[in-house]
């Protein structure tokens, strides 16, 4: 049993570590490849819970080198309030849903973003629709982020759909929405009974393994061209989406 309870450690640790290496060198992406990795060892609840405070700390990391918040919080408050509706909603159903048919939602979503990423079709939204479509992919983006963490999927389909949102303006504005996104999150979770005492001391010691590949992935970025590294994460994403559904269906 401790030898089993050591691999499980040592997996979600490596699971954790990649989370953070994605985020360091793409700036996206903690959640979508750590919770189906960790919830290939752990029941898929908690793998979700564990990222309460790595996600904080990868996107507080984040949104401090980016700068530009105010600009950003200017232009996208509406899909702010949008996300913590959806969060609202999301973690209530998180409270009460059973694992397989939150594996099945989690497991759905990482393909769905995966394929959705690695295709060539792209939303093309005009000024007077940036704001409406910005309520109804942060509606969707917290109805699912507060469900499995995974607020990135929708907010980045919605922002690669902006015409001129150049790469600075983007982690700017990613950077504020996941910040509006996790933080408020963390705090429902508290609220509503779903992380107490002991998930938070094991979730801020899963911070460390994500803090030391955002080392790592910041590294890595000036030497592995974007390319290549995007289409090893959507390889990855699949297997660990496949293997989410595999593991609800058996």
Same mark, same amino acid.
Request: proline content about 3%; overall charge positive.
């Given at each position: 049993m401790e030898e089993f309870d050591l691999l499980v450690i040592a997996w979600c640790a490596f699971a954790l570590f990649c989370g953070g290496l994605i985020k360091g060198t793409l700036g996206v992406g903690t959640p979508l490849l750590t919770v189906p990795l960790m919830a290939l060892a752990l029941p898929a609840q908690m793998a979700v819970? #564990?990222?309460?405070v790595p996600v904080v700390v990868?996107? =507080?990391?984040?949104?401090?080198?980016?700068?530009?918040?105010? /600009?950003a919080a200017a232009r996208f408050w509406p899909v702010f309030i949008?996300?913590?509706?959806g969060s609202y909603a999301g973690v209530a159903i998180l409270a009460r =849903?059973?694992?397989?048919?939150? &594996?099945? @939602?989690?497991? /759905?979503v990482v393909i769905a973003a995966a394929i959705l990423q $690695?295709?060539?079709?792209?939303?093309?939204?005009? +000024?007077? %629709?940036?704001? +409406?479509? !910005?309520? #109804?992919? $942060?509606?969707?983006? !917290?109805? @699912?982020g507060g469900l499995s963490s995974m607020f990135g999927p929708m907010l980045i389909i919605y922002l690669v759909s902006? *015409?001129?949102?150049?790469?600075?303006?983007?982690v700017a504005t990613i950077s504020f929405l996941y910040i509006a996104c996790v933080v408020p999150w963390v705090i429902m979770l508290w609220w509503f009974g779903i992380?107490?005492?002991?998930?938070?001391?094991?979730?801020?010691? /899963?911070?460390? *393994?994500?803090?030391? !590949?955002?080392?790592? !992935?910041? @590294? &890595?970025?000036?030497?592995?061209?974007? /390319?290549?590294?995007?289409?090893? @994460?959507?390889?990855?994403? &699949?297997?660990?989406?496949?293997?989410? %559904?595999?593991?609800?269906?058996?």
């Open positions: 819970i #564990l990222m309460a990868a996107n =507080i990391w984040q949104a401090l080198k980016a700068g530009s918040l105010h /600009a949008a996300i913590l509706v =849903i059973d694992e397989r048919a939150l &594996l099945m @939602v989690v497991g /759905a $690695g295709s060539s079709y792209r939303l093309n939204l005009s +000024p007077s %629709l940036e704001k +409406p479509s !910005g309520v #109804l992919f $942060g509606l969707a983006s !917290g109805l @699912v902006i *015409p001129g949102l150049d790469k600075e303006r983007f992380l107490d005492h002991d998930l938070v001391v094991l979730s801020g010691l /899963a911070t460390i *393994p994500v803090v030391l !590949g955002l080392f790592v !992935g910041e @590294v &890595l970025r000036k030497r592995v061209s974007d /390319a290549r590294f995007q289409k090893m @994460v959507l390889v990855v994403l &699949l297997v660990s989406g496949g293997a989410m %559904l595999w593991r609800a269906l058996v």
